[in-house]
């Protein structure tokens, strides 16, 4: 999944949904099994594949993964274009991110009051967000107004108004969101550190952009963005719920099919920069925010799975990781630490944060480079491997037990270019991850020489001037 800022399906997430018959005896099951016992569960606990997700293409050559679920009457769609934020050209930073907020404002002959309450009219839910490398929609709707609900998504990426009023709108709400992002110390360490891995491109910055960039963007400005976002030669689809495959192919040509194709384009993969090291910027904070990490993997690497695994004994979000412990448990200097791969589209990483007192940075970064250094020299135990797997597998039916989950996630494995059985070999292929496999991703993935660490906090956390940067031997 493309990784962002802002999460692309964080409006999604909190929509109620009914749970799926998919992935029902998945779960709590597989909580209680590890090793061996595991991977032969994992192979069982799933639905049988006829119960799987199929491919449907549309007249007009879409592709869309579908899964009928009539159980409940309503429908979850998830379509993602490629692009987002990153492609706005030189001067147009923020565009794109501003089109996201205004496809929901108007469209044909609604104005922005009249288009939200046909969309609430509907009982539908429908959620525009350009995140750093795509434009994604989230649409919920009960099934008898699927078609009025999709002719809604047709008209705002057809139709869309762009009303004077509603971009003075969308500029002042975003201009509030970026205040905000731009004193937050997660997100200026985070920026940091993307800027120290990946100089002079354009992960190194905010796409979101700000109030200068958006005062410089005019409406033609935003209209000119729309073709590139909307762009059908790299749109992916995703449905759950009640509809058949016939109706939904009408529906996603209807919505979709007339919109401009352009010749795909797959821009060359970067490798983040090895340029280990300490950032500081002061910000008046009683605690400083550490993001550290260095150069990882993609996901269609062979070893992926066993890093996933390795990551998360070393810094999963919960009580068991190592860097949980040894900052949290046994120094009490933190509320919660975590680490883990991020998967961009042309670049992986591995990265992590934490929060301490200003006094404990210097402390905090000794212990990560420590923790780092051991798991790549040692790998884990036989119990942290099994403990682990049990987690990612046990773990995995929850995320996915709503027609929503189950959307965002096809959506997700088909942006990562994951095939429509992985929610079948997703498990199969965690269980069977051995210890011998997670010591060598360890080894390899692992760089405890190449680590960044970007703080932002309180004067402690000023060992030099704002900005300096401390080389690390």
Known sequence: MTAAFISSFSAARSL???????????????????????????????????????????????????????????????????????????????????????????????????????????????????????????????????????????????????DPEAIALVKAQSTALMRHQNADPQNLAEIALLKRLFPNDPYSHDYRGGEADYAKLTRADLLEVLPRLTDRSRLIVSAVGDVTPERLAALVDAAFGDLPAGAAQTPPPVQPARAPGVIREFLDREQSVIVFGHGGIDNDDPEYEAARVMTHILGGYGANSRLNA?????????????????????????????????????????????????????????????????????????????????SEFLVRSRSQGLGIDYIHTRNQAIAAVTLEDVKRAARRVLKPEDLVFSVVGGPAAQAQAPGAQEAVP
């Open 326 to 406: 040894a900052l949290r448990d046994k120094r009490g200097m933190t509320y919660a630490v975590s680490a883990g791969l991020r998967v961009y589209d042309r670049a992986g990483v591995v990265m992590g944060m934490v929060a301490v007192a200003n006094e404990r940075v210097e402390e905090a970064i000794g212990i990560l480079r420590a923790e780092w250094t051991r798991m790549a020299e040692e790998g884990p135990t036989q119990a942290e491997l099994d403990r682990s797997k049990r987690y990612l597998i046990g773990s995995f039916g929850l995320g996915i037990s709503s027609n929503m989950g189950l």
């Open 16 to 162: 109620s949904q009914a749970p799926l018959r998919l992935l029902r005896r998945a779960g709590l099951a597989l909580l209680l099994l590890g090793g061996a016992a595991a991977a032969e569960e994992a192979a069982h606990s799933l639905p049988d594949p006829a119960d799987a997700p199929q491919e449907i293409v549309t007249p007009k050559g879409l592709s869309v993964w579908l899964k009928y679920e009539p159980s409940l009457p309503a429908v979850a769609l998830n379509a993602q274009f490629g692009g987002g934020g990153l492609s706005d050209a030189p001067g147009r930073t923020g565009a794109s991110f501003l089109v996201g907020g205004l496809l929901e404002e108007g469209a044909g002959g609604l104005d922005a009051r009249a288009f939200q309450n046909a969309r609430d009219e509907l009982g539908a839910r429908l959620v525009y967000m350009t995140a750093s490398e795509d434009l994604s929609i989230t649409l919920w709707s009960p099934s008898e107004h699927l078609e009025a609900a999709m002719e809604l998504v047709r008209l705002s990426l057809v139709e869309p108004r762009f």
